[in-house]
């Protein structure tokens, strides 16, 4: 069965300090692969996806990232956090012209 | 563009009462609906779909959803509440027809359940 994985659970940086979150899918091959971005009371923002190695699409302007190295990894990141960085930050998956989205636990960020 | 609005940010119910979270949806195709589930600091757990089946969908925990193309609607319901259903629902629409698999989220429903 697939299994996405998704770590730190929780992190708390400073202003200015780079960020690496990290999110590894098993049991599945060429998943398109999806960051989303949920602030507190709100719904969930796309900020990046991709649908193969090295293809990045960036839904909004920020001041964030993503890389995805393997067919199954994908990376957000940040060279400098900002206050508004902060968030709920969710990795999740789905089959390649697929349907549904399978998500990981997500990662609390909280920048101080 | 497709859209999803959720009617009611917040919606309570007594404990053994009726839940109907509402959702309309925006699409110039046929849209592909979901409704996910979170509980608190955890991911999304998909509850039941729509794929152009059955306009009844049968979902996780008793929760069912029907489709109406007139109505543009999605609503979803449980015909009894239980203290473990409160959570914050979300109603998605995918993005046909690229078939890149992005979801479209509404702003979310948090349901609370009253003893």
């Known amino acids: 069965s697939q299994t996405i994985h998704q770590w730190p659970a929780t992190l708390v940086q400073p202003v200015g300090s780079p960020l690496s979150l990290e999110c590894t899918v098993e049991?599945?091959?060429?998943?398109?692969l999806y960051w989303y971005r949920q602030a507190a009371g709100r719904g969930l923002q796309l900020l990046f996806y991709s649908v193969g190695i090295g293809q990045i699409s960036s839904e909004v302007p920020q001041n964030l990232s993503a890389s995805r190295p393997q067919d199954r990894q994908f990376i957000l990141s940040s060279k400098k956090l900002l206050l508004s960085d902060s968030g709920f930050y969710l990795c999740?998956?789905?089959?390649?012209?697929?349907?549904?989205?399978?998500f990981g636990q997500g990662t609390r960020l909280t920048v101080v | 563009a497709q859209s999803v609005t959720q009617l009611g940010s917040h919606v309570s119910v007594s404990e053994g009462a009726l839940v109907l979270l509402r959702c309309n949806y925006s699409?110039?195709?046929?849209?592909?609906l979901f409704w996910y589930v979170q509980y608190p600091n955890q991911g999304l757990q998909l509850l039941l779909k729509y794929t152009s089946a059955a306009t009844l969908v049968k979902g996780i925990n008793g929760f069912e959803a029907e489709f109406k193309k007139s109505e543009t609607s999605f609503h979803l319901t449980k015909p009894s509440a239980h203290m473990s259903d409160a959570a914050e629902y979300f109603c998605?629409?995918?993005?046909?027809?690229?078939?890149?698999?992005?979801?479209?989220f509404g702003q979310g429903t948090t349901l609370q359940v009253k003893p």
């Open positions: 049991g599945t091959s060429n998943p398109n």
């Open positions: 999740a998956w789905s089959v390649s012209r697929g349907t549904e989205a399978f």
């Open positions: 699409s110039s195709v046929p849209p592909y």
């Open positions: 998605a629409v995918s993005d046909q027809p690229s078939n890149t698999g992005k979801l479209i």
